[in-house]
């Protein structure tokens, strides 16, 4: 989906704006964690501060280089360059699984597949993703999107709080498959899965692996 950009000045961080609410939705100490298209590791570093220990993976090898650059001090990180559908990572899974818009970087069938079945028992999967517009509902949003991308730009700028740091290189792909097409395929996967449409372009989908064996 093309989006007007906003004046250089005026321009932040969409993806950063989702941190705190999927923080919100993890464990606050300990476990084994993996985040999924880690970029430059700005989330990774966040979940380092509750993990045990954290998995970041990321195609882009510009990606984990700037990453392990910014992050020296985060010895219970391990960066992994690296194909989630094909990377080796821990056998026994993750208490935590988190994508922030990568899942549509993935086939949506074999990505969710991937996703799923890295999360433990009892554990957590969050994904903060793009989808196709395709409704009435999408193309409304959209008037709502545009104008509060600029109200927020501007909000953030007179704070001296504007500005994309974590977006110089990072790989774009524009998503293929619609909301709806996302929510019946995680549904089929994943029983009690919660998707929400929300603003800036994006989606959340949360899921609770229930207790036991895989």
């Known amino acids: 989906m093309w989006i007007p950009p906003l004046p250089r000045a005026l321009q932040w961080d969409h993806n950063a704006y989702y941190h705190r609410w999927l923080l919100d939705q993890i464990p606050r100490h300990g476990g084994r964690m993996l985040d999924v298209g880690c970029g430059h590791g700005v989330l990774a570093r966040h979940l380092s501060e509750r993990a045990d220990h954290v998995d970041a993976i990321d195609a882009s090898p510009d990606m984990i280089d700037q ?48 996703l799923a079945g890295l999360v433990r028992p009892n554990g957590v999967l969050v994904v903060i993703g793009h989808s196709q517009g395709a409704t009435p509902a999408d193309r409304a949003l959209e008037v709502v999107n545009l104008a509060g991308n600029a109200a927020m730009g501007a909000y ?54 229930p207790g036991g064996t895989y």
Not at 180 to 209: D, H, K
């Open 67 to 114: 990453a392990k650059n910014l992050s020296p001090s985060q010895a219970n990180i391990r960066w992994i360059l690296g194909d989630v559908l094909q990377a080796d990572l821990h056998p026994d899974g993750y208490d935590v699984v988190t994508a922030v818009s990568s899942l549509h970087h993935l086939p949506l069938r074999e990505g969710l597949q991937r």
């Open 156 to 209: 953030l700028a007179v704070r001296g709080r504007a500005g994309k740091p974590h977006d110089d290189g990072m790989p774009i792909k524009e998503p293929s498959d619609t909301l709806a097409e996302i929510q019946q395929e995680a549904a089929a996967q994943m029983p009690g899965v919660r998707i929400r449409r929300r603003l800036y372009w994006r989606y959340s989908l949360l899921w609770r692996r």
